[in-house]
């Protein structure tokens, strides 16, 4: 795995040092107009160029490095979030005792929720991203289907959830694990239970005319898995 994103990453640095070598080698100026030589200044153009070029190859490879490693991508997001008296949730970064930010629930407009960054469940204003018993059970079980897979050879198994609040994306990751290892705070069961009850909250919140009332013993994964 670790070769194969080298790879990927050489590849784009190689990208970015063959337009290097290309926009040397060609002039800067172009002459227009057969009767008068006007000079035309494309400079602007190619540093322009060659900035957007240079970001969009940084950002990639930023991507793969953060994949690859996920202690960095667990430190580049929200690892915990916290409910408020005042209706409003805070979010923590990985390892911080204070919150980063603080956000109201009437703010938010939409909750996505990831398994392996595979979106499983969508919670907004539409009618058809409600929430109730049978969509509840059909992401519960996502989860339970998932812990049956061994963690080995470094396999990741992520949950987080994308908070949508006045246009602006906060992700909070619930749960990380590599391999045997497990780099976030609690269970994998203790955060299908919580992952479970946001949905339930975030769905009176933002939907109440399409979601259900939650029930009084939810189902979830019946294995604790550690």
């Avoid at 430190?75 to 956000?103: C, E, G, T, V, W």
């Avoid at 204003?125 to 897979?149: C, D, G, P, Q, Y």
Wanted: glycine letters at 0%; one cysteine or more.
């Amino acid at each position: 795995m670790d070769n194969i994103i080298d790879i990927k990453s050489m590849h784009y640095l190689r990208l970015l040092v063959l337009y290097l070598s290309l926009s040397f080698s060609f002039p800067l100026y172009a002459e227009v107009n057969q009767d008068l030589a006007v000079e035309i200044n494309y400079t602007p153009y190619y540093w322009l160029v060659l900035f957007i070029l240079s970001l969009f190859i940084f950002l990639k490879i930023k991507k793969i490095a953060l994949k690859s490693h996920p202690k960095l991508l667990l430190k580049s997001l929200y690892a915990r979030l916290d409910f408020n008296d005042d209706d409003s949730i805070s979010l923590y970064h990985y390892h911080q005792s204070k919150p980063h930010l603080k956000l109201q629930l009437a703010d938010i407009s939409q909750s996505e929720i990831y398994l392996n960054d595979q979106l499983i469940n969508t919670i907004n204003k539409t009618a058809n991203n409600r929430f109730n018993k049978n969509i509840s059970n059909t992401m519960l079980n996502a989860f339970n289907v998932e812990s049956r897979f061994k963690m080995v050879d470094k396999r990741i198994r992520k949950i987080h959830v994308v908070i949508t609040c006045q246009i602006k994306k906060h992700t909070v990751c619930f749960y990380l694990r590599e391999g045997n290892q497990r780099l976030t705070k609690d269970s994998y069961q203790d955060v299908i239970e919580f992952v479970d009850k946001w949905c339930w909250l975030i769905a009176m919140q933002v939907n109440p005319e399409n979601t259900e009332a939650p029930p009084a013993n939810k189902a979830i994964v019946e294995q604790e898995i550690i």
